[in-house]
């Protein structure tokens, strides 16, 4: 498994999740889980991804994701979940 | 399972305070490329090291992307050119020919810095030592990429006055061998008492005899997370500030320690240290003078700075020593004037002078950095001040250095500018009384009696 995680930030509108969703299907990404929520007015959501059935490399899907964002006014990342991991346990 | 508020600290940290992964630098042994013959010798030190490095720069993109974390730098040290030209060089232009070669494999491999255009000269200098000395105006003049540095003194050898005296000519020679962009050649040469054999950071790095063939070192940095995370304690107790800085220590060591892992494993070279520095850049946000001024000090430079990097220093060190498995190079707070936006405003307002920035060299990772000063400064002055800064390594056993920039031309009040990483600096006023016949007795300031440990 490649655990991956997606972060969304941005002023709420409707259809983020669905789109980013949308996207994730397309390629083969499965969501492990999702948190989200709102904080002052902005859209914050992470998501638990497992990329190891994507065709796509993560450099690819992170770039599709990024442009993605920029289509819906959000900032989309996705980074590898051991720099979470890293960072937060010991 | 790591929760969204843990994902939104670590992703702030990256995209609004500038953490990020200063550089990966691949330490590179030459040592085996020793020849007689210099057009060998050359062709031997291209390809060991176009060879070794080939994939560093693509290996650290993928990092990168995969990570989401930026690595800023991409370089390469390599063990001292002095000890692996000496038995090659006849002439200081002989040198100078091997920082071309060094110049045109840090170009074929994509580093933007390759440092160990070095000699280790803290007790004396061999003939070997003294040319490399004297080849530095040219070779940092005709060179893009290389980097230079001389040790000059150590807590167990005392400081070599020799050196230090002819190390003050070479900073003004090479002043004037790049004058016509303020003097640059100086920024990439560094004059060391107890010089690290591991330090990732140019432009001191250089790969010392007693490392392996080769190794990855990593520096992180990350001053605008450090100073982001004290304005929660303001007005808080000194207990609670010491606690933020070593927890924040800890999470951007524990970055850097992720990122020389995994490089080691895909460059399937042994991993060497972290070094766990708070390194600025010109960007705003990305100070360590910042970091001060967040502790309580109206601008770096009042009473209290030298205490506050004091701490600053110690707690960066106390939280990150626990997030790596192996500790090295500089590890501590840079104080450079050109690269740090919050140390430039100080000087311009008149509250940071050299005095000041000594006094702060006692208790930070490294010295005098990316000073400039006026370009008529005597080159016994600028020997003064690397002896002051050597003895203050000697005595208090830590690495110090001075890299300082004479710019030809230009006196104080004007500015020099550098470009990128290296910024731009106001030039600072330097002490006009001569130390002329002190630097002039030549010999060598021997060890201080606390060395003798056996």
């Known amino acids: 498994m490649k655990k991956n995680i997606i972060t969304v930030v941005g002023l709420d509108t409707i259809g983020i999740i669905a789109r980013v969703c949308t996207y994730l299907a397309e390629n083969q990404v499965n969501i492990l889980d999702i948190s989200q929520t709102i904080v002052q007015g902005y859209f914050n959501m992470m998501m638990v991804t497992d990329t190891s059935k994507s065709p796509k490399d993560i450099g690819v899907l992170s770039k599709e994701l990024a442009s993605l964002g920029e289509e819906i006014g959000v900032v989309i990342h996705c980074r590898h979940e051991d720099i979470f991991n890293k960072m937060h346990r010991i | ?454």
């Open chain 2, 1 to 454: 399972m790591i929760n969204i508020w843990e994902v939104n600290e670590t992703s702030k940290m990256i995209e609004q305070e500038n953490l990020d992964v200063r550089t990966i630098t691949m330490g590179i042994s030459l040592l085996d490329c020793i020849d007689a013959d210099l057009e060998k010798l050359k062709q031997k030190i291209y390809e060991k090291i176009t060879k070794k490095a080939a994939r560093l720069v693509a290996v650290g993109e993928e990092i990168e992307m995969e990570y989401g974390i930026p690595i800023v730098n991409k370089r390469i040290s390599i063990t001292p050119i002095a000890l692996v030209g000496g038995a090659a060089c006849r002439s200081a232009e002989d040198f100078v020919s091997i920082a071309r070669t060094l110049d045109q494999a840090a170009r074929e491999v994509g580093v933007n810095f390759l440092g160990g255009y070095s000699a280790l000269a803290s007790k004396g200098m061999t003939p070997a030592d003294e040319r490399l000395m004297r080849s530095i105006p040219q070779a940092m003049a005709q060179t893009e990429r290389v980097c230079s540095s001389i040790n000059v003194g150590s807590t167990k050898t005392g400081i070599n006055m020799d050196a230090v005296k002819l190390m003050g000519e070479i900073i003004v020679e090479t002043a004037k061998a790049t004058k016509e962009e303020d003097s640059r050649g100086c920024t990439k040469l560094v004059v060391f008492c107890n010089a690290p054999d591991d330090n990732p950071f140019m432009a001191g790095a250089f790969h010392g005899v007693t490392e392996a063939d080769c190794i990855i070192n990593v520096g992180v940095s990350g001053p605008g997370v450090v100073k982001t995370a004290l304005e929660e304690v303001r007005g808080k107790d000194f207990e609670t500030l010491c606690e933020m800085i070593k927890r924040t220590a800890f999470k951007v060591t524990r970055v850097g320690q992720l990122v020389a892992q995994e490089a080691s494993r895909r460059l399937e070279v042994p991993f060497g240290i972290v070094d766990l520095s708070l390194a600025p850049t010109p960007a705003v946000g990305d100070s360590v003078a910042g970091i001060l001024e967040e502790i309580g000090l109206e601008s770096v430079g009042a009473p209290g700075t030298t205490a506050a990097l004091a701490l600053l220093n110690d707690q960066v060190k106390k939280g990150g020593v626990m997030a790596s498995s192996a500790v090295g190079g500089l590890s501590g707070a840079f104080i450079p004037v050109s690269e740090d936006q919050g140390m430039i405003d100080a000087v311009n307002a008149g509250a940071l002078t050299i005095e000041k920035l000594e006094a702060m060299t006692c208790v930070c990772s490294v010295g005098l950095d990316m000073i400039t000063i006026p370009g008529d400064t005597p080159a016994s002055t600028i020997s003064g001040i690397i002896a002051d800064e050597a003895a203050i390594g000697m005595v208090n056993q830590k690495t110090t250095a001075v890299r300082i920039i004479p710019v030809i031309g230009k006196g104080v009040g004007e500015v020099a500018k550098f470009g990128g990483l290296l910024g731009y600096a106001p030039i600072l006023p330097v002490n006009a009384f001569s130390c002329e016949t002190f630097v002039a007795r030549g010999g060598r300031i021997p060890a201080p009696i606390h060395s003798f440990k056996n």
